[in-house]
């Protein structure tokens, strides 16, 4: 048993709301996330449309409230056109991202169609690789104008006497990547942003607009983008991206199960440029950070070994790509991860989990008939996208430290809670690979106290991962005392998440 840990949340010190854009996710037309994943029409639970009933039902279980589509790096390379009109006449494209065949057979009103049948927001991303301002104003206007132009009856006609309304809109994806179809310069992407947005904002002023900010907190241009793009575009936009990928050395997984310090401290530098440049929203507020990219992800497998075969030979349809096969120990760093967004609220306007089924994804699909799955990094997800509501408390957490080579010291346990009129919600990971902890949480008084716990299951150890065999991991109920002191204990196993929700006694 390591050092107990103390946990103090004091129900007055309330900060920021919990957006709940915060708990979105990605849909992009690469592997198997669309086809094969989302849509497939063989399938037996397939409606009409050839959208998976299953999966479905997995996307509203996992709250996902507000989905990016259709890229990503594919739409660098997207015509929108494709993807509307009599499906049989659409046509089959080369996809040079992913190097692959794109159908078209899933584009902006299917994909629409399906968001309102799941539950979500669409957050629609233009071009701005290989297309510009007046294919962007062109999408909008049929997208969103009610009727009586050529584009917005083209759209009825299409199928959808009313407007798509949607409201958020990326311009453009990763422009500061080398592998970016039409990669740009800052200078290049902050003025083709800003044109872009000003031309919406003359369709269609009601619209919330995402510039692209560096791809990582690594890249070379990091922070020097960001305030070349927010010059430009100050006034015109209302949020700047961020994306965020965290992998495991083998040799140093301390450091990965800290990966939330990684992600708070690129959250910090970019709020740094956001203030230092003084640039302002269009009403004149704050610029939201959209952490519209951010998981788990083996890139280095990806770079070293899958990359290379999939991009030489034929040009498949919906192959399977980065389908990564997600551990405990990775379910305990989303977990972190969340924890790491809502405790950045006051900053963070919204954040989307990539991808949202099979690639890199907490839903996985098996071909054919086969089943829909969770993996294990869904339930941290869908638990706190259930719980987390209201506004943000810090709690005061004492206890174990944990060294790590690239974050320095971090807590043992990482926390944060809401609190909504008079109920609460503490999230925990316990970051320790070795031993449990036991924890005293002090919130007051209250009653109703429930608990579950993600970690290690019987017979298992950090490696273990579900399948569509079996899900092995999977939330357990947590045994929580509530002693004569008002004081809730518990004992935090090694390598877990925790999920606590309580009323509060006035």
């Known amino acids: 048993m390591s050092t107990p840990t103390r946990i103090t949340v004091d129900r007055t010190a309330v900060g920021a709301e919990v957006p709940r854009r915060l708990f979105g996710s990605f849909v992009e037309h690469m592997g198997r996330c669309v086809y094969d994943g989302i849509h497939s029409p063989g399938h037996p639970s397939a409606d009409d449309a050839g959208f998976r009933a299953d999966v479905r039902e997995l996307v509203r279980e996992l709250g996902a409230t507000v989905v990016r589509y259709p890229g990503g790096n594919f739409v660098s390379g997207y015509r929108w056109e494709d993807g509307v009109g009599p499906r049989e006449e659409r046509p089959v494209r080369l996809d040079a991202a992913w190097h692959s065949t794109e159908t078209n057979q899933v584009g902006l009103h299917e994909f629409s169609d399906w968001a309102d049948a799941a539950g979500f927001e669409v957050m629609e991303a233009v071009n701005l690789g290989t297309r510009g301002v007046a294919e962007a104003a062109d999408l909008l206007e049929y997208a969103n104008h009610p009727s009586g132009t050529a584009l917005s009856d083209r759209r009825r006609a299409n199928g959808r006497d009313e407007p798509f309304g949607i409201r958020l809109w990326c311009l453009g994806n990763e422009m500061d990547g080398p592998w970016q179809i039409g990669h740009k310069t800052a200078e290049e992407y902050g003025r083709l942003a800003a044109e872009t947005a000003r031309m919406m904002r003359f369709i269609d002023p009601t619209i919330e607009l995402v510039a692209a900010g560096s791809s990582n907190h690594e890249m070379p241009t990091f922070g020097e983008w960001e305030r070349t793009v927010l010059r430009h575009t100050a006034g015109l936009i209302d949020h700047i991206s961020v994306h965020a990928y965290y992998e495991e050395d083998p040799t140093d997984p301390a450091s990965f199960l800290a990966s939330g310090a990684a992600l708070d401290s690129y959250i910090a530098d970019v709020v740094d440029v956001i203030d230092e440049t ?12 959209s ?13 070293e070994v899958d990359k290379p075969r999939v991009f030489t030979g034929d040009w498949p349809i919906a192959p399977r790509l980065i389908e990564d096969d997600y551990t405990v120990t990775d ?15 006051d900053r963070v306007s919204m954040a989307n989990l990539a991808q949202l089924v099979n690639v890199i994804a907490p839903i ?10 969770r993996q294990s ?42 609190i909504d009129g008079g109920d609460v919600a503490v999230f925990l990971a316990h970051r320790d690979l070795d031993a449990a902890t036991e924890v005293e949480l002090d919130l007051g008084a209250v009653e109703a106290v429930e608990a579950v716990v993600v970690t290690i299951p019987e017979g298992g150890d950090r490696h273990t991962t579900n399948s569509a065999d079996g899900e092995l991991i999977a ?17 935090l196993p090694a390598l877990a998440w925790v999920r606590l929700r309580a009323r509060l006694v006035a």
Do not use: C, Y
């Open 331 to 345: 379910a305990v760093v989303v977990g972190s991860l969340l924890i790491t967004l809502i405790r950045r609220s």
């Open 475 to 491: 939330p357990a109920p947590l045994t929580v005392e509530v002693g004569a002191d008002g004081i809730l204990r518990f004992t």
């Open 377 to 418: 990094t869904f339930h941290p997800f869908a638990l706190t996208a259930k719980a987390a509501s209201g506004r943000v408390v810090l709690p005061r957490v004492e206890g174990a430290v944990i060294d790590t080579a690239l974050h320095g010291s971090v807590d043992a346990v990482d926390a944060v809670a809401t």
């Open 291 to 303: 952490v519209d990219e951010w998981n788990v992800w083996n890139q280095t497998r990806w770079n």
């Open 278 to 289: 003084g640039a302002k929203a269009p009403d004149g507020g704050t610029i939201g950070i």
């Open 364 to 373: 996985r699909t098996e071909p054919g008939g086969g089943a829909a799955w």
